[in-house]
């Protein structure tokens, strides 16, 4: 009889209010789906048959154990993108960097424990241009007994934004690096996997059901691979509560703006009459160069609306709306209070400033004799055939340096007059911190070719925003003006076209940890680098042991 009760206690001692943290199990199996959109059929990378994937759910402090198996042709990687992954790089994900990809037929489980943080985040394949639609949402609730820092909403929905091909995706990059061009741009953006209407094809949108009276969280999220977004629903204003998986002073607005690889939960009340709302998301972009401005359509349909109603529409963003998106930015400052205080270091102990450039190098195999990249500090980052991680774990030799430059090689008028030589030089070469020390970063936009916005992704960290502005950055005079009061912290920041961010974090996570642009095209030119953040000397200041099903190379 007691053996009978036993799983019984343990099942309803899991849901008890005094046990505060869970492990939570997930099974990905990554599979080719069929699919039409836009009129067109393909075979797609996906985790289990779904675009967007399955979601994460969690808890602060709950441990995420997920068993990642590979159906398909091609290695495959997942990143968690914004978990923090303490001493834990080995879960981090992207492929080369803190672990070789799995290679077909092959499991691997990530296992993470989600400490200090809570929000909306993404997962997604970290290797070629997989993520295109293998991709899903991370939803960290607070401890149990934890409220949210703004008044409770009734329901919470996730909205997640994307792009579609439709030619294959590896193809498309096949095709690119072949040619040494930039590659195919996408026929059409996304919202929840849904196209949308477009002209010469008219596909089934998104639908948000609301019902009036009710408030509704949106976790929303852009997936997209390469494209800045614009979400805007008619009729209706925003309020934002948090940006990457930190809460924010709240602040309405009728137009969210997004980088890749950025999340935004908002408030939408639904206090509007009865009726049917567009939804629209469009790209932006304040750059001459191509781009899919294809919007994307869903609508907001309250309960009780009658069958073909008409429906509201708003106005569109412009393309190059930049006084919209740096209007947005501005408004996103940390809570700073003593439940979720901002700790931004006061004091710098590396200084770095990172010039981000375009080049043009060399390339016998390619069609045009040369080929197109990106450089931090004229470097061109080139990923090993291992893992960094495991290189530095174990004092292998030979596969990276850690002599990354600090500063650009030449100083040169970054936003005005270019130099006449632009060829970049490859390399797999690290920047060194030592344990628990502080770190300053300004990227710098150029106009080298073509000037453009980045938004920039850091692994393993939150860091804060401490300053931002267009043109040159200027070392005496900026830094009087930068917030080291409530910062917004993120995990991804877009650096403004023809402009400068500046960031700071404190090296309180050993290992290997990713710093690259979260534009798909130019992390495949080589626009990334890596932090090496050596180990501390307290028990708790190194990484743990690698996983005995950590896969080979």
Request: net charge neutral; hydrophobic share 35%; charged share 15%.
């Amino acid at each position: 009889m007691e053996s009978r009760l036993l799983p019984i206690f343990l099942v309803a001692l899991s849901f008890s209010p005094f046990v505060q943290s869970l492990v939570r199990h997930y099974k990905f199996s990554v599979i080719l789906k069929n699919t039409t959109q836009l009129c067109s059929t393909k075979s797609f990378v996906t985790v289990n048959g779904q675009c967007p994937g399955p979601t994460l759910y969690a808890r602060e402090d709950d441990t995420v154990l997920v068993r990642v198996t590979n159906h398909v042709k091609y290695n495959i990687t997942i990143h968690w993108h914004g978990i923090k992954q303490l001493r834990n790089g080995w879960s981090d994900g992207p492929a080369y960097v803190t672990q070789c990809p799995i290679q077909p037929g092959q499991s691997f489980v990530y296992n993470f424990t989600i400490t200090g943080q809570r929000g909306t985040l993404l997962w997604h394949a970290h290797i070629t241009w997989l993520r295109a639609t293998v991709y899903g949402a991370i939803v960290i609730l607070p401890k149990r007994g934890i409220s949210y820092p703004f008044p409770k909403p009734d329901k919470e929905k996730i909205i997640i934004l994307g792009e579609w091909w439709k030619s294959d995706v590896e193809a498309v990059l096949n095709q690119a690096e072949s040619s040494g061009l930039p590659p195919n741009i996408s026929d059409a953006h996304t919202i929840n996997g849904h196209t949308g209407p477009l002209p010469g094809c008219n596909s089934r949108g998104y639908t948000l059901h609301v019902e009036s009276g009710k408030t509704y969280l949106l976790r929303i999220i852009n997936a997209a691979l390469n494209d800045e977004l614009f979400f805007k629903i008619a009729g209706h204003k925003l309020t934002v509560v948090e940006a990457d998986a930190s809460y924010v002073k709240p602040f309405e607005t009728d137009t969210i703006f997004m980088s890749p690889g950025q999340t935004t939960n908002v408030l939408l009340s639904a206090d509007q009459g009865v009726g049917k709302y567009l939804i629209a998301v469009t790209p932006f972009m304040d750059a001459p160069i191509g781009f899919d401005n294809v919007t994307s359509i869903a609508t907001l349909r309250y309960k009780t609306t009658p069958p073909y109603p008409t429906t509201t529409l708003t106005t569109i963003p412009a393309l190059n709306a930049t006084p919209l998106t740096t209007h947005f930015i501005d408004s996103l400052r940390s809570l700073n209070t003593k439940e979720y205080p901002a700790r931004v270091p006061l004091t710098v102990d590396h200084s770095l400033f990172f010039a981000i450039t375009v080049g043009l190098n060399p390339c016998d195999t390619c069609l045009t004799g040369s080929r197109l990249v990106s450089a931090i500090n004229n470097i061109t980052f080139l990923l090993p055939t291992t893992s960094l991680l495991e290189a530095h774990y174990y004092n292998v030799r030979g596969v990276f340096t850690d002599d990354f430059p600090a500063y650009p090689p030449i100083v040169f008028n970054y936003t005005g007059t270019q130099p006449v030589n632009i060829q970049t030089n490859n390399g797999t070469r690290l920047y060194r911190l030592n344990f628990n020390s502080t770190v300053e970063i300004i990227l710098q936009g150029t106009a080298m070719i073509a000037p453009e916005n980045h938004p920039f992704h850091l692994h393993g960290y939150n860091f804060f925003v401490v300053g931002q502005g267009l043109g040159n950055f200027d070392p005496e005079k900026d830094p009087l003006a930068f917030n080291l009061v409530d910062p917004v912290e993120r995990n991804t920041i877009g650096v403004p076209n023809g402009g400068w961010a500046a960031i700071r974090f404190r090296a309180n996570n050993p290992g290997v940890w990713f710093l690259h642009c979260h534009l798909e095209v130019h992390t495949t030119w080589g626009l990334k680098m890596a932090f090496i953040v050596d180990n501390g000397n307290g028990p708790n200041e190194s990484p743990f042991p690698p996983p005995n099903d950590l896969p080979k190379c």
